[in-house]
């Protein structure tokens, strides 16, 4: 089968075996932002045309690409939902000059003790891919990233979630705010993450927080380099102390350097840490794919 993990920015496509080993990967610029005027099927023919062409199918792709602004919108499935129900839920559409079908994964939306909606958007395929490594019971799983995402999992079903916008506020904070004119990324600084992490647990909220990393660095007490990993500390703390729960252990699944700093504030709160594979979306496409009915499927015309 083709796996395709398609997002805002990149579009990653999977050439996989019976058993879901990547044979064949590829990775293009071609984020749902960059493909104009809809021409998705186009998009994905210069991808992995040869592969269908060589018999290699079906098309299974997840993300961004079944959002309003995607390809075809794929309808939110309410939590708690589980593998066959995200399965049954996939919709079709028609590309290529075989008329060939892709299926698309939808989403998930769960709402909060507060009645307050959530969705996500691709980290249900990651989760469906990692339900086998979490066993039966309760999990919580973290999905760092431009919004972080805190899934809980019961029994191999994913029950709920909440998501925070941590990374989006560190780009715009760095980049758009007069925060960001007094810091200067020069790579990891434990010492200067960890006095985020500590300075997130302190009285006033998070507004007059952040607002001390400028004024501290205006003091001299903070350097530009240790500025940007304060910062970074200080909104993952803030994350971690009203997401994470109180105790046991959270798996981590995304990027490995930022999984790496979630997992170092974790333990400063004595939670356990786990890290999960980040490819864990392959797995899932490819046990999503096993739903799938056998021959060709009709597609909407």
């Known amino acids: 089968m083709i796996a395709v993990d398609w997002g805002t920015s990149t579009l990653r496509a999977f050439r996989l075996d019976a058993r879901g080993a990547v044979l064949e990967r590829r990775e293009a610029a071609l984020g749902i932002l960059a493909v104009r005027e809809g021409r998705f099927a186009e998009a994905l ?6 592969w269908m062409a060589a018999g290699h ?4 792709m997840s993300g961004m690409i079944g959002s309003r602004q995607g390809w075809a919108e794929q309808a939110y499935l309410p939590c708690p939902a589980g593998p066959d129900e995200i399965a049954a839920r996939m919709g079709q559409v028609r590309w290529g000059m075989r008329g060939a079908c892709a299926w698309i994964v939808p989403g998930l939306v769960a709402r909060d003790a507060h009645g307050l909606h959530d969705v996500m958007r691709g980290e249900e395929t990651q989760l469906v891919g990692v339900l ?3 066993g039966p019971g309760l999990h919580t799983v973290c999905l760092p990233g431009t919004h972080s995402k805190w899934a809980t999992v019961h029994h191999g079903r994913i029950t709920g979630f909440t998501t925070h916008m941590t990374g989006e506020l560190f780009a715009v904070l760095r980049d758009h705010s007069i925060l960001g004119r007094l810091m200067a990324n020069a790579g990891d600084d434990p010492a200067a993450f960890d006095l985020g992490l500590a300075r997130a647990g302190l009285p006033g909220g998070l507004p007059h927080l952040l607002f001390g990393v400028r004024a501290e660095g205006l ?11 304060v910062l970074s500390g200080l909104l993952i703390g803030y994350e971690i102390a009203h997401a994470a729960p109180r105790e046991g252990t959270v798996h981590l699944l995304g990027a490995p350097g930022l999984c790496t700093r979630y997992a170092r504030a ?3 709160r004595s939670l356990l840490a786990r890290l999960l594979d980040p490819d864990a979306a392959v797995r899932g496409l490819h046990r999503l794919a096993a739903h799938l009915p056998k021959g060709a499927p009709p597609c909407p015309d």
């Open 219 to 229: 003091a001299g007490a903070l350097g530009a380099e240790q500025a940007h990993e």
């Open 57 to 60: 199918g079906p098309v299974v």
């Open 132 to 134: 086998e490594t979490l």
């Open 266 to 268: 974790l333990e400063r």
């Open 45 to 50: 023919e210069s991808q992995v045309g040869d």
